[in-house]
């Protein structure tokens, strides 16, 4: 008798275990780091102008005079005619080695090149040509990149190349979620694209502008650049030669720059930043609005800051939500109120409409006529959204997936205007 029942509960076993493995998938998308070696000189001597070419890895977006500039992660910037938001049309790719950011004065075009700033006249835009170089201006792994190291003795800089892998495999349920183990060179992905607006400045006819994750900025005669800890000045009265000048320390975790009037909105990955910017040579620090260790960057409107503040593998934290900031006492910011979030990323203001990129939740608008109501418009899935610029009526939007326009003359009704796929080789 006890040997039919430990007979029974062996079979009811196997059986759980055979039905548990037909049941267990598990999808799993993640960066697989490559290590790669280039020398200083290929670096240099590796920009160029080429066909315009399909997005991969679509990176920042900056935006001047009806063009688009749509950084192609570690490997250069899309040049594409949009002058006709329906019909988008690109032009040419500037080929720039370990690029992740860019500014545009008047007809210069200023970018990085891993430790090198380059400016481009672009009088041209199909045929964009290097006019200077800064070399060695930018420390070792400075930008959004990736980290990236210089070996002076060798003349050589070591890098990583990132490719974005998604499979489903079947597996039992014991194994499911260890598959890192067998993968030492891989993270997994959070949804969050590692890249890491300007929209003031008192010529505002000679400057682009930029999303909220940018990392340079252009006000009166400089170019701002942060790094991850500092605040790197760039003279531009001749905006052909850059000249770097005063360099700040400001803590480490720096992530985005967000010029407003004369006040310069730093975020990272602890709080905002805010500097006084009334002598442009010297930003004078004012005060920080702290909060959990989470990716932010931020957009000003008058007297208001909005600050998204995210998870993920990049920053650590568990926090989702939108911080709405009261900065009329710019020494003294104070928390208005906060409003839960998926995994907000990117943030563009056009108020009272606010936009909101929630990575692999899709783009979220909102009316923020009221601080303490934030009322949501509508909200578009199927879509990894990242990044955006409103322009008047128009909102650019990058995300994995590609370049989308849309029209929001009726924020509660965004209409696609028109998109630029991403074409993948892998």
């Known amino acids: 008798m006890n040997v039919n029942r430990l007979l029974i509960l062996f079979v009811i076993l196997a059986i759980g275990q055979t039905s548990c493995t037909d049941q ?23 920009v160029r102008v080429e066909e315009s070419r399909a997005l991969q890895n679509p990176g920042k977006i900056y935006t001047k005079d009806g063009y688009l500039f749509i950084n192609e ?5 899309h040049l594409i ?3 006709n938001p329906t019909a988008p049309n690109p032009v040419a790719f500037l080929r720039i080695p370990g690029n992740g950011d860019m500014a545009v004065r008047n007809n210069i075009l200023y970018a990085d090149s891993y430790m090198d700033l380059v400016a481009f006249d672009i009088s ?33 800089l070591s890098d990583q190349r990132v490719d974005y892998i998604t499979e489903t495999i079947k597996t039992d349920c014991e194994s499911a979620g260890q598959w890192r183990n067998n993968c030492p060179n891989c993270v997994q992905f959070d949804g969050v694209l590692n890249f890491a607006s300007s929209s003031s400045s008192p010529a505002p006819a000679t400057n682009g502008t930029s999303g909220s994750m940018a990392r340079f900025a252009l006000y009166d005669n400089f170019l701002y650049t ?39 909105f730093i975020g990272s990955q602890t709080g905002m930043l805010i500097y006084d910017n009334a002598n442009p040579a010297k930003p004078v620090h004012l005060s920080t609005f702290q909060h959990a260790r989470v990716c932010d960057p931020v957009v000003v409107h008058d007297n208001i800051a909005y600050v998204t503040l995210r998870n993920g593998s990049q920053c650590g934290g568990f926090t989702n939500q939108l911080d709405v900031v009261d900065v009329s006492s710019l020494t003294s910011p104070r928390l208005i109120k906060s409003y839960p979030m998926q995994n ?43 990044d955006v610029i409103p322009l008047g009526k128009t909102l650019l939007m990058v995300g994995r997936d590609g370049l989308y326009q849309f029209d929001y003359t009726n924020p509660a009704q965004l209409r696609q205007l028109s998109k630029i796929a991403v074409d993948r080789p892998y």
């Not at 006019?131 to 201006?137: F, G, K």
């Not at 030669?241 to 720096?254: A, C, D, E, Q």
């Open 81 to 83: 005619d949009n002058r």
């Open 124 to 156: 041209d835009p199909a045929h964009p040509k290097e006019v200077s170089r800064v070399e060695s201006v930018f420390t070792n792994g400075q930008f959004d990149g990736g980290f990236w190291s210089v070996n002076t003795q060798t003349v050589t």
């Open 73 to 77: 992660l570690k490997e250069g910037i």
């Open 226 to 264: 942060v790094s991850q800890s500092d605040l790197q000045l760039f003279d531009i009265q001749d905006a052909t030669k850059p000249t770097p000048r005063n360099r700040v320390t400001m803590g480490w975790g720096i992530e985005t720059i967000f010029p407003y009037k004369d006040k310069l």
């Open 24 to 46: 267990c998938e598990e999808t799993r998308t993640f960066k697989r780091f490559t290590p790669v070696t280039l020398t200083i000189r290929q670096v240099r001597e590796g």
């Open 344 to 386: 907000p990323h990117g943030l563009g203001v056009d108020f009272p409409s606010l936009f909101i990129c929630e990575g692999q939740h899709g783009l979220k608008s909102f009316n923020a006529s009221s601080a303490m109501d934030i009322k949501q418009l509508e909200h578009l899935s199927g879509m990894n959204a990242y």
